[in-house]
């Protein structure tokens, strides 16, 4: 495989974004559960993201066919990254459930937009140990995320834990401000976006 600068800005991006996300999630659910002392609350936490995702299937595969897939991923980092920088501020639980759901549906958008940039930036002979690789770091931050995100709250408090997860998406929307602009190859990408086009 030849190594190319777009691997490895792919792979450090993602990898810092999905290490952040596991130290959130560790956070998240100890700050549910402090504020409601509720396993069903705690449990409803885990739904929120199924059904965000339902809703947001209406939509997105429109949206993303006739938008810059970088655009994309830039925007919907910062735009969790802002959410989450929030959250230790809320003090109802359901206020937390709804900035879950708005993360949860701007999440949804990237992981199409992923795909085509690793479709068009990865050569078709690299894509086997690319997606290898991108494995490896995946699982690593499964293991990895949990104890680390363990310890940051241990040495200080969820909040931390959450603001560190929103520099990491901050940092995952720099890197991917690094990839080349792709130009789409469809006759409607510069149409503006109308609700009859979303439901399509």
């Known amino acids: 495989m030849q190594l190319k600068k777009e691997y ?12 952040g996300s596991w130290i959130y999630l560790i956070a998240l659910n100890l700050t549910v559960w402090h504020l409601t002392e509720s396993p069903a609350m705690v449990a409803m936490l885990y739904m929120i993201g199924p059904i965000a995702r339902t809703f947001s299937s209406f939509f997105v595969g429109s949206i993303v066919d006739r938008t810059n897939k970088r655009t994309i991923l ?7 990254a802002v959410i989450v920088c929030l959250m230790p501020f809320a ?16 999440a949804s958008f990237t992981q199409p937009s992923s795909m085509f940039m690793i479709t068009k930036l990865v050569a078709e ?24 995100g363990g310890i940051i709250i241990a040495m200080s408090n969820a909040s931390v ?11 995952s929307a720099l890197m991917m401000s690094l990839l080349p602009k792709i130009t789409q190859q469809l006759n409607d990408a510069r149409n503006m ?6 439901c399509q």
């Open 193 to 198: 976006i109308t609700p009859a086009m979303i």
């Open 8 to 19: 490895f800005i792919l792979w450090i991006g993602q990898g810092v974004s999905r290490l």
């Open 161 to 171: 834990a959450m603001w560190i997860n929103s520099g990491a998406l901050l940092f």
């Open 91 to 106: 003090s109802s639980v359901w206020l937390i459930f709804g900035f879950v759901f708005l993360t949860n549906i701007a």
């Open 125 to 148: 002979n690299d894509r086997q140990r690319f997606n290898a690789i991108n494995s490896i770091l995946s699982s690593g931050s499964f293991m990895i995320g949990p104890a680390l």
């Open 74 to 80: 830039i925007l919907s980092d910062v735009f969790r």
